[in-house]
């Protein structure tokens, strides 16, 4: 019921904002539009990929278990579940880069004109080509390292916790099956003490790396955004400031959701069971579910803090709303 309540409250949500996207005149937003666009896409990927994968996470004391809610996925032979956990990752933490380039774009279009960089003179085919790039390697890196560092063995196999078939009614260590692991501390195959694993802590590094390299640069974007709205030597008009001031917080809003339903529940589990070695078993799962709400009211915000599509939303379901008293939230110039 969460799952489809969600997912349909997603595609409901990001469908009319691309929808408004593409109707609605708002040449003043310029090149964000698409960004826009892309946002909402990603969204609509990372939800068919919960509905699609309803994917489950169980907790142990030195890591956790990813896989899909009806293991045994089998094509031809070759079992779909690995593969399909490598896909639905793509898409979540693709999400996070996204939203850097938002940083990057209000960044840049706030600034144009001001100091110099070796950006100033990108065209705009420039910028596509490397957010291109860093997409593509920023996705590769996650999916390769996870690929190498924490998919089945028969190691990881063999120390799945005795009651997971009873609370979940799969059973991964059939070979049929497959999922992702993160066991950073393992039993030695001697004595049975628990031993730091190589191979998933430095898989873990890699992947954190990615991550907080990516919020390393939203939180410089979003330093240098904030203060060059406040600065009295930035010249800009009254209207234009304040407008730059609600786009930005704004943008924040949109960025607070996802790491407040979707990166901060997956810290938790991280750092309780790797590293303070604590058991959340199945409570890992509940912690997880609320991944699944971030794309389902991201466009929301969206819709109603661009003016013209808010507007646009009142007109298309003919909603009792006064449409004179509203303002615009938007820069009045192209990018």
Not at 162 to 186: C, H, I, M, P, S
Not at 310 to 323: D, K, N, S, T, W
């Amino acid at each position: 019921v969460f799952i489809g309540t969600t997912t349909t409250i997603s595609l409901f949500s990001n469908c009319l904002l691309l929808y408004i996207i593409a109707t609605t005149a708002a040449d003043h937003i310029g090149s964000y539009r698409y960004l826009l666009a892309f946002f909402a896409v990603c969204d609509i990927f990372t939800t068919i990929g919960h509905a699609a994968i309803q994917p489950w996470m169980y907790a142990f004391s030195t890591g956790f278990f990813f896989f899909p809610r009806r293991s045994g996925i089998v094509l031809y032979g070759v079992s779909l579940d690995t593969p399909l956990c490598l896909a639905f990752i793509a898409t979540y933490y693709q999400t996070f880069l996204v939203l850097a380039y938002h940083f990057v774009y209000r960044y840049k279009i706030l600034t144009s004109g001001i100091g110099t960089s070796f950006t100033d003179h990108w065209s705009k085919a420039c910028w596509i080509l490397m957010a291109i790039v860093v997409n593509v390697l920023y996705i590769a890196g996650f999916v390769i390292t996870v690929a190498i560092g924490m998919t089945p063995s028969n190691e990881t196999r063999a120390f799945v916790p005795a009651e997971f078939r009873q609370l979940y009614r799969n059973d991964l260590t059939d070979l049929r099956t497959g999922f992702t692991v993160l066991a950073v501390r393992r039993p030695n195959k001697l004595t049975g003490d628990m031993q730091w694993s190589v191979e998933s802590t430095i898989s873990f590094l890699i992947c954190m790396s990615l991550f907080t390299g990516t919020a390393g640069v939203i939180v410089f974007c979003i330093y240098q955004t904030n203060a060059t709205i406040k600065s009295t030597e930035t010249v800009l008009t009254t209207t234009t400031r304040r407008m730059h001031r609600q786009l930005f917080r704004a943008l924040l809003l949109q960025t607070a959701v996802p790491c407040l339903f979707s990166y901060a529940p997956l810290s938790v589990v991280l750092a309780t069971g790797a590293v303070t070695g604590l058991d959340l078993g199945a409570f890992g799962n509940v912690l997880f579910l609320t991944t699944a709400i971030f794309p389902s009211i991201d466009a929301f915000f969206v819709l109603f803090f661009i003016v013209k599509f808010r507007i646009a939303v009142i007109r298309l379901f003919r909603l009792p709303c006064r449409l004179d008293a509203m303002g615009s939230s938007v820069e009045q110039r192209g990018t």
